[in-house]
Nanobody, 115 residues
Framework: QVQLVESGGGLVQPGGSLRLSCAAS????????VGWYRQAPGKQRELVAA???????NYADAVKGRFTISRDNARNTAYLQMNSLKPEDTAVYYC?????????WGQGTQVTVSS
């Protein structure tokens, strides 16, 4: 099983940028597919971006061209670079790691986009 800890959230102005980090421990991180999810108040948790163990990426339409998911297996860390942030990006962001039937979630980090 892998343990995940997110960091990097905070308050930013519209148009600003943040980089979220997801630090993993306790397993062979390179085997895991990683996803970034977000959940805003009153809304369902949604997939924002994903990166497979092989490095393939997918993005939600709402963030394409603005967000970039990446991973550094040597550092057991996944990242979400968020640029051109909009108020509608405000949410708690969670990282997820999956290998076969093994699934782990981090505790989440708050991202607030407001002037």
């Amino acid at each position: 099983q892998v343990q995940l800890v997110e960091s990097g959230g905070g308050l930013v102005q519209p148009g600003g940028s943040l980089r979220l980090s997801c630090a993993a421990s306790g397993s062979i991180f390179s085997r895991y597919d990683v996803g970034w999810y977000r959940q805003a108040p009153g809304k369902q948790r949604e997939l924002v971006a994903a990166i497979t163990s092989g490095g393939s990426t997918n993005y939600a339409d709402a963030v394409k061209g603005r967000f970039t998911i990446s991973r550094d297996n040597a550092r057991n860390t996944a990242y979400l670079q968020m640029n051109s942030l909009k108020p509608e990006d405000t949410a708690v962001y969670y990282c997820n790691a999956k290998f076969l039937w093994r699934v782990s979630w981090g505790q989440g980090t708050q991202v607030t986009v407001s002037s």
